[in-house]
C-alpha cells in the first residue's frame, strides 16, 4: 500500500487497481474509505485506478487538525498526490461528496485537469443542492418496488421533522438502481467505512464560495463528463446537467436504471461510457 506526505505531515496512503494511465479517484461518503469503490465496474481493465483514501479515512492517518477535514482544505491533499506521482496533469474522477472535492481541485487548478468525471456529484461547490422534492420524484419512478411505501414514509419524515436518522436509513433502497443482495451488502458496510466526525467537519461553515467557484470553472477547457443516474435522486438528472453546463467542455450522460452508485447496477455500460470519455483525450 503506497503512501505520501500531506501538506502538514499527515500520512496519506492510496490504492493502485488495474493497468494503464492514472485514473486519481476521489471517494465520497463524504469521507468514506475508498474501498467502496471497487473497481468501479471493471474500469481498471481500461485504466489503473489510483484510490485515494482521504485522511482519517481507510488506511489514512488521522490529522492533528481535524478542521482539515473541510472539503476546501482537502483540495491541497490531492494536488500532494499528484505532485507525489509526478504528473504534469491528471485524469480526476469524483463520486458523490467527493464531487465537490474534484470540482474544487479543478477550480484551484485548472490546468492540472487533464480530463474530469464527476460521478452522481454532490453540487454544494457550486451553490446546488438536492431538495425534498427531488428525492420524492426519484422515488416515485419506483413506486412498484416492495419497499417503496417505507421510503415514501421516510422521505416525508425527513422532509417535515429535518433528517432524522431512522429516516435517512430507510431510504437504502433509492440509492441503488437494483436494490439486490449485493446492493444492501454494498449499504451495510457504509457505516464502517465512513469517519462520521470527519463526515461532520466536511460541510463546514465556509467550505465553499459558489459564485468564485463557478467562474473558476467558466475558464477551464479541459473535458468534463457529468454521469447521472437515471433514478438517482441526488443529483438528479436535471441538476447533473445544470451542472455539466457550468463547464465550457461539460457534458451529462444519463445511466439508464442507474442509482447513486451506478457502477454496480450496470458495470459495463458504466466502464465503457467512461472509458470511451476518457479516451478522446
Known sequence: MPTFSAYDGTEL??????EGEPLLCVPGGPMRASVYLGDLGGLTAHRRL??????????????????????DRL??????LREHLGL????????????DL?????????????TLVLVTP?????????TAEDRSEAAALRKDEPWYPAVETALREIAELGAPSAGWGAIGPLMYGRW???????????????????????????????????????????PVLVLAGAYDGGPNPARAAELADLFPAGVCQVQP??????????????????????AQD
Not at 474534484?102 to 487533464?114: E, F, G, S, V, W
Not at 454532490?122 to 438536492?130: C, D, E, F, H, I
Not at 454496480?264 to 476518457?278: I, N, S, T
Request: net charge negative; glycine share 10%.
Open 257 to 278: 436504471g442507474g442509482g447513486h452508485f451506478p457502477w454496480l447496477d450496470d458495470p459495463e455500460w458504466f466502464a465503457r461510457r467512461v472509458a470511451g470519455f476518457l
Open 122 to 130: 454532490a453540487t454544494l461547490a457550486v451553490g446546488g443542492a438536492v
Open 102 to 114: 474534484a470540482t474544487l481541485y479543478a477550480a484551484r487548478h485548472p490546468k492540472r485537469i487533464r
Open 180 to 222: 439486490d443482495a449485493r446492493a444492501q451488502a454494498h449499504r451495510d458496510q457504509s457505516a464502517a467505512q465512513k469517519n462520521a466526525a470527519a463526515s461532520e467537519a466536511y460541510y463546514g461553515e465556509a467550505s465553499f464560495d459558489p459564485p468564485a467557484t463557478r467562474a473558476a470553472l467558466a475558464t477551464m477547457t479541459a
Open 50 to 71: 489510483i484510490l485515494l483514501d482521504l485522511r482519517g479515512t481507510g488506511d489514512s492517518s488521522v490529522p492533528a487538525d481535524p478542521a482539515t477535514y473541510r472539503c
Open 88 to 99: 504534469d496533469q491528471v485524469d480526476l474522477l469524483g463520486h458523490s461528496a467527493g464531487g
Open 75 to 80: 483540495v491541497d491533499d490531492i494536488e500532494a
Open 13 to 18: 496512503a492510496y490504492h493502485e487497481k488495474g
